[in-house]
């Protein structure tokens, strides 16, 4: 299928092949009629994509903050190497979708296959969206009205937070498509309006819509005209939908406002306020999140999970809903809003209007018709059609394209010399781009089909962590070699599970498939430097590991214990494994202690092990970013080895050995790849013992287990 994507790193826009997205069980799965280029946010992300790095930093110096903090721990090139790759990534453009339901996850509702619908969806003619985030349009509604739902709802819920009442009087500053969408819903609920801009033509629009109106571009001043609109009382709210880096807009808005007026920001600006302005009015101020409740809320948005009808009368949801019954009602009128309508392949031309047209409004983008749509789960890419694979070599198809995939896994593999078959990713996307950029001679969207390739004999699996272990028993059921990065599994069944498939092909096959988790710190170049001092110490050693992890939000999906499993199963597991390895004996003892009971990232766990040595994980979520992320001291016969972030490794008191530094971190996920690789190619055991990747497997998710028990 066609989608528009958009490369972050040159801000050039293209219309891509990508594969047809899968859906969920919360999901449906439409077909596209048209579509609506979003005049504000679309524009501003095509021009960020055209300035240079300069012009990026100074738009985002948080980011800029972030690199410098990351290039004290981890390096400049390393530090270089992740940024390039962050802004190379393509960005699917669009969420203003109208389409037709094809097919439907098992858990929706309320949703039939034939349905028309409007979403946020992107602009591809394939797309897969929360139910939650779908609307049935009314049969008066035409496609080309109900398009502009999504835009209606965020003005509609800017208007909500300001609860405007009959009679009111409002300003709207700011008259773009949303603005002028946000005059026709005030109006609606019996408010005189003002609106105030420079562009003349969408004055009039207002005026045609009316509402009273202010020329900036003339010289008018808006606060006399608010004052004058409110019959010098000052206006009972304003409603700011304007973008723009001026302080001015909230600035004129306190001072047209009555006392106890209401400001809400539905658009963006400056907010350098003046205190007295707000002080002495007892002025409101909010600022409105996109289309209304559930915004940003993953169980609403991805897992399907409304609230409470009574509890929150209007989400994303039923704003849509509300705005399709006004376009059903005759109360918005939305043909005035189109400036452009461009079909689909011709998307490029749209995007060009976009930056050079700046009086535009609406760009509505048309698609062809079922008939003409290629839905297709696997796109052979053209230049690698020919290519033919040597014997004796991985063939390897990737499940999973995120970031961590494309910047580390997926160059390593092939840097070590494996064949690049297939990737995958739900979206397409992540496929498109990574099967483009590394040479993979197709994308797909259906990892079932990827598994049961006879032409793939490896899966490198590097999807979110609730899906490992189906994966990983799938892979190994179809015979393939698998490469699942960490961690293996979630829950002890899984663990069970795992270990029963790869235990049968003890007897049902006559070679074994290797199985490997992406334990990487283990093939260090530094690490192989410590084993080998160690081999020359006898007697117990003891280990302490600091890993200065960093707070990771809440809502992070590697925080949620049903998808990510927490931090100490999804990253705690490579420092266990780390320690297991140095000491070169099985763990007997384990135990865990946490600093709070609300938090599962700040942690310590001892371990014993057979020969009597000890270790110690300190994985703190609470530190200082200056800090090094990872910290490793041995203590051992009267000496202390000390190795700071992977890249310096001291001796004190070590005979023959003082220190050992490297210019760029390096933490041995090349190395790992690579002797993982090398074991497929020469059929020789795996990198790391079967039994020793289950025993830390085992013993952190019993450790997450005792957590969840106190």
């Known amino acids: 299928m066609k989608q528009i994507l958009q490369n972050i790193s040159s801000g050039e826009t293209h219309l891509a092949d990508v594969p047809d997205p899968k859906y969920g069980s919360n999901e449906l799965h439409i077909?596209?009629?048209?579509?609506?280029?979003?005049?504000?946010?679309?524009?501003?992300?095509?021009?960020?994509?055209?300035?240079?790095?300069?012009?990026?930093?100074?738009?985002?110096?948080?980011?800029?903050?972030?690199?410098?903090?990351?290039?004290?721990?981890?390096?400049?090139?390393?530090?270089?190497?992740?940024?390039?790759?962050?802004?190379?990534?393509?960005?699917?453009?669009?969420?203003?979708?109208?389409?037709?339901?094809?097919s439907i996850g098992s858990a929706?509702?309320?949703?039939?296959?034939?349905?028309?619908?409007?979403?946020?969806?992107?602009?591809?003619?394939?797309?897969?969206?929360?139910?939650?985030?779908?609307?049935?349009?009314?049969?008066?509604?035409?496609?080309?009205?109900?398009v502009f739902t999504v835009l209606g709802s965020i003005g509609l819920e800017g208007i909500r937070l300001a609860s405007p009442t009959l009679g009111?009087?409002?300003?709207?500053?700011?008259?773009?498509?949303i603005g002028l969408l946000t005059v026709q819903l005030l109006r609606a609920h019996g408010c005189r309006v003002l609106g105030i801009d420079p562009d003349e033509s969408k004055l009039e629009l207002a005026r045609r819509f009316g509402a009273e109106t202010v020329s900036l571009a003339k010289?008018?001043?808006?606060?006399?005209?608010?004052?004058?609109?409110?019959?010098?009382?000052?206006?009972?709210?304003?409603?700011?939908?304007?973008?723009?880096?001026?302080?001015?807009?909230v600035?004129?808005?306190?001072?047209?406002?009555?006392?106890?007026?209401?400001?809400?920001?539905?658009?963006?600006?400056?907010?350098?306020?003046?205190?007295?302005?707000?002080?002495?009015?007892?002025?409101?101020?909010?600022?409105?999140?996109?289309?209304?409740?559930?915004?940003?809320?993953?169980?609403?948005?991805?897992?399907?999970?409304?609230?409470?009808?009574?509890?929150?009368?209007?989400?994303?949801?039923?704003?849509?809903?509300?705005?399709l019954d006004m376009m059903a009602a005759g109360k918005i009128e939305t043909e005035p809003l189109i400036s452009y309508r461009f079909p689909l392949e011709q998307a490029v031309d749209a995007y060009r209007v976009l930056t050079e047209d700046r009086s535009a409004l609406g760009i509505l983008l048309h698609y062809p018709g079922k008939e003409h749509v290629q839905a297709e789960s696997t796109i052979l890419l053209e230049r690698n059609e020919s290519q033919t694979f040597e014997s004796g070599k991985p063939f390897v198809g990737f499940i999973g394209a995120g970031n961590y995939a494309t910047r580390i896994l997926i160059p390593a593999f092939k840097e070590a010399g494996a064949e690049?078959?297939?990737?995958?990713?739900?979206?397409?996307?992540?496929?498109?781009?990574?099967?483009?950029?590394?040479?993979?001679?197709?994308?797909?969207?259906?990892?079932?089909?990827?598994?049961?390739?006879?032409?793939?004999?490896?899966?490198?699996?590097?999807?979110?962590?609730?899906?490992?272990?189906?994966?990983?028993?799938?892979?190994?059921?179809?015979?393939?070699?698998?490469?699942?990065?960490?961690?293996?599994?979630?829950?002890?069944?899984?663990?069970?599970?795992?270990?029963?498939v790869y235990s049968s092909h003890l007897t049902s096959y006559t070679s074994m498939p290797l199985l490997m988790v992406g334990f990487n710190r283990r093939f260090a170049p530094h690490i192989k430097k410590i084993r080998e001092l160690l081999s020359g110490v006898n007697g117990p050693k003891s280990f302490i590991m600091t890993v200065n992890?960093?707070?990771?939000?809440?809502?992070?999906?590697?925080?949620?214990?049903?998808?990510?499993?927490?931090?100490i199963i999804g990253e705690a597991c490579h420092f266990i494994d780390l320690l297991r390895f140095l000491s070169g004996n099985p763990i007997v003892t384990s135990f865990l202690q946490h600093m709070d009971a609300a938090t599962d990232d700040t942690v310590s766990i001892e371990l014993g092990f057979a020969d009597g040595s000890i270790g110690t994980v300190h994985y703190f979520a609470n530190g200082s970013k200056s800090f090094p992320k990872e910290r490793l001291e041995i203590f051992a016969a009267g000496r202390i080895l000390q190795l700071d972030n992977f890249r310096t490794l001291i001796g004190y008191n070590w005979p023959g050995f003082r220190k050992m530094k490297l210019w760029k971190q390096d933490n041995g996920q090349k190395e790992c790849a690579a002797a993982f690789v090398r074991a497929v190619q020469t059929g020789k055991a795996p990198p790391i013992p079967f039994d020793e990747i289950i025993e830390a497997s085992r013993i952190v998710i019993e450790l997450a287990n005792s957590m969840k028990q106190l």
């Open 31 to 102: 077909q596209s009629n048209c579509s609506l280029i979003s005049i504000g946010t679309e524009r501003m992300l095509v021009e960020f994509g055209k300035a240079n790095l300069i012009a990026k930093a100074r738009q985002q110096p948080e980011k800029v903050k972030m690199i410098l903090e990351k290039i004290k721990t981890d390096g400049l090139i390393t530090t270089i190497d992740a940024v390039k790759s962050k802004l190379d990534q393509p960005l699917a453009l669009g969420y203003c979708n109208v389409g037709m339901v094809q």
């Open 251 to 323: 600035r004129q808005a306190a001072q047209m406002c009555r006392k106890r007026g209401r400001i809400v920001l539905v658009g963006v600006t400056g907010l350098e306020l003046n205190r007295a302005d707000f002080y002495e009015k007892e002025l409101s101020f909010q600022v409105s999140c996109s289309y209304g409740p559930g915004r940003y809320d993953k169980n609403y948005e991805d897992k399907g999970q409304d609230y409470p009808f009574g509890l929150v009368r209007w989400t994303e949801q039923r704003n849509f809903e509300a705005i």
């Open 168 to 177: 009111e009087s409002f300003v709207v500053t700011g008259l773009g498509i």
């Open 549 to 567: 992890a960093g707070a990771i939000p809440a809502d992070h999906w590697t925080q949620d214990l049903q998808v990510g499993g927490g931090r």
């Open 219 to 249: 010289g008018e001043n808006p606060i006399k005209a608010g004052m004058a609109f409110s019959r010098e009382r000052g206006v009972d709210g304003v409603l700011i939908t304007a973008s723009t880096k001026s302080s001015d807009p």
């Open 420 to 500: 690049l078959h297939s990737v995958a990713s739900n979206s397409g996307v992540s496929a498109n781009y990574a099967g483009h950029k590394y040479g993979f001679k197709e994308t797909t969207t259906d990892t079932a089909a990827q598994i049961s390739n006879p032409q793939i004999n490896t899966i490198v699996i590097t999807t979110r962590h609730n899906t490992h272990a189906r994966f990983v028993c799938e892979a190994l059921k179809a015979h393939k070699h698998v490469f699942v990065e960490k961690p293996l599994c979630l829950t002890l069944d899984e663990l069970y599970k795992i270990e029963e």
């Open 108 to 146: 929706v509702k309320g949703f039939n296959i034939g349905d028309r619908v409007a979403s946020n969806g992107p602009h591809a003619e394939m797309v897969s969206v929360s139910q939650n985030l779908c609307a049935r349009i009314p049969d008066g509604v035409k496609d080309e009205t109900a």
